[in-house]
């Protein structure tokens, strides 16, 4: 068998003109539509227009064109099927042999500003999907292309063979089929936004490769990374790297964690990270101010760690950063001088990502065995006027600007999360301990005597009075906690009994 017979219609032009020069060479037939036809013709090359195997005209404005058995029938039927053959003959229908077709750019139709929702519907592509699912199910017989990418190959395969090999026909089969499953998914899920639905009875997610990695969490395992298909622009996956080795699946998952902390700030804010829990944040007038107070929150958890900044890196806080090994750096941007510092170290990373602020309320998506867990991001902003005082004695000042401070950082700590904070950075963190007293020492131990004066934050309530009481003991003066134990008297009695200032939330910030 030799391919005869060829149908183009794509929306995404990009090679067209070889793709058609290389099927004619090939002694191929082309049948085309509208604007495909155009461009083919336009490039000199000869063209069946679709109207001629049809035999009906293109109609409604563009949507019924290829939907008719002239076409469809000559993708399905089967070649070695002898009944097959009879029919498509009394028919009057010719074989189509190769398929490449490309679909409407809904995805790049929803993501332009102020778009109108009568313009993404008429970007919603009919005949297209149906004559690449029709191509891929009769794949043993038929060849279908949906990516640009693949032209030359499949050229290449025809020029030698005048057929397109069974693995390669089963292979573009398998993405055909993706790429029409992630075409309905984006729809689906725009359409199910537009009418409210968060959580329907099926839901379909998508996303599309960004990179293989070397290995996942550890060395025995493989991995890659996907980013979303509708990208996120002030996200991990957006961001440019500069310098440095190739992102591992660690370095993915640590810099995303610093990249989420680091939003939470308005003013200059420095967040160093080590698996995925902040060891350091420091806030100050100048980034480099902030870089320092990050820095001594915990100068030996730094080491190894990634840190972000949400302000523009200079030379001074370059060199300073120099100085340590340090995995990654993120930021939304450096000066020349600072980027001939970091580019001296040819392992370090240093990307630049955008900051748009708060991180948005968008779906969080976590696997389970057999399934997935979706719910919303934690996005909760609780401001001073939100916090009720519980106790005889009110926050001074200083405690109410560390209150404020601790309670974003606790919120990025892997529960059960206690966090001490003390004149603008963090000097204690206590993450992922089976009971909270437990964080609460690991907290205190690693502030030393930067505890006396300091504030305490505390993802989730307070289930006795026994954190209360290692508070008191270390000299911190200030607690902030979401409150609704059942024994929430105790623990407020005992920081009136040690003159601690304690503040509830109303909000719990469980992170597992």
């Keep these: 068998m030799t391919y005869k017979r060829a149908l183009i219609s794509v929306s995404d032009k990009t090679g067209i003109e070889d793709l058609a020069k290389g099927l004619t060479q090939a002694g191929i037939e082309i049948i085309s539509t509208g604007g495909t036809k155009t461009a083919i013709e336009n490039a000199g090359i000869d063209v069946i227009g679709i109207s001629d195997v049809t035999n009906f005209p293109e109609m409604l404005d563009g949507r019924v064109k290829t939907l008719h058995p002239a076409i469809h029938g000559g993708l399905l039927h089967v070649r070695a099927n002898e009944d097959h053959r009879k029919q498509i003959k009394e028919q009057g229908i010719e074989p189509i042999d190769l398929v490449i077709v490309n679909l409407y750019p809904f995805k790049e139709t929803i993501q332009k500003e102020g778009v109108q929702f009568q313009d993404a519907i008429e970007n919603i592509d009919i005949g297209g999907p149906s004559m690449i699912r029709s191509a891929a199910k009769n794949h043993n017989d038929v060849a279908v292309v949906v990516d640009p990418a693949d032209y030359e190959a499949v050229i290449t395969e025809l020029n030698k063979d005048q057929v397109v090999s069974e693995a390669t026909r089963r292979k573009l089969a398998a993405k055909a089929f993706r790429h029409t499953a992630q075409y309905d998914t984006i729809i689906s899920s725009y359409l199910t936004a537009q009418v409210g639905e968060e959580y329907p009875e099926s839901i379909s997610v998508t996303y599309e490769k960004k990179q293989s990695l070397r290995y996942g969490e550890n060395p025995h395992q493989t991995a890659a990374f996907y980013e979303s298909a509708l990208p996120v622009s002030d996200s991990i996956a957006q961001a440019k790297q500069l310098n440095g080795k190739e992102l591992s699946y660690n370095n993915i998952n640590d810099a995303n964690a610093a990249l989420q902390l680091a939003k939470e700030f308005d003013g200059p804010a420095v967040v160093a990270v080590k698996h995925m829990n902040p060891c350091g944040v420091g806030l100050g007038k100048s980034v480099d101010e902030a870089y320092q107070k990050a820095y001594e929150a915990d100068p030996v958890s730094i080491f190894g760690g990634i840190i972000a900044l949400n302000a523009e890196v200079g030379k001074e806080t370059a060199l300073k950063m120099k100085e340590l090994f340090l995995e990654m750096i993120i930021a939304p941007g450096y000066t ?94 206590g993450a992922g301990q089976m009971n909270r007293v437990g964080a609460a020492k690991i907290a205190i131990e690693q502030a030393g005597e930067n505890a006396v004066g300091s504030a305490l934050g505390s993802d989730a309530f307070f289930p006795m009075k026994d954190t209360v009481e290692e508070a008191a003991k270390a000299g911190i003066t200030a607690i902030i906690q979401p409150g609704g134990s059942i024994r929430d008297e105790e623990s407020i009695e005992e920081a009136d009994k040690h003159g601690i200032a304690m503040v509830f939330t109303g909000v719990r910030h469980f992170k597992h």
């Excluded at 240093?350 to 969080?364: A, C, D, Q």
């Excluded at 009110?394 to 700590?413: F, G, I, R, S, T």
């Design 336 to 429: 020349d001088e600072a980027l001939e510092v970091l580019t001296q170290k040819k392992n370090l990373r240093v990307l630049t990502v955008p900051f748009h602020g708060h991180s948005t309320s968008e779906k969080r998506v976590t696997s389970v065995h057999g399934g997935m867990l979706i719910q919303e991001e934690d996005s909760k902003q609780v401001v001073q006027d939100d916090m009720k005082v519980v106790t005889k004695r009110a926050p001074n000042e200083q405690e109410w600007h560390d209150l404020q401070l601790v309670w974003k950082v606790v919120k990025h700590v892997k529960s059960n999360a206690i966090v001490l904070v003390k004149d603008n950075a963090t000097v204690g963190v």
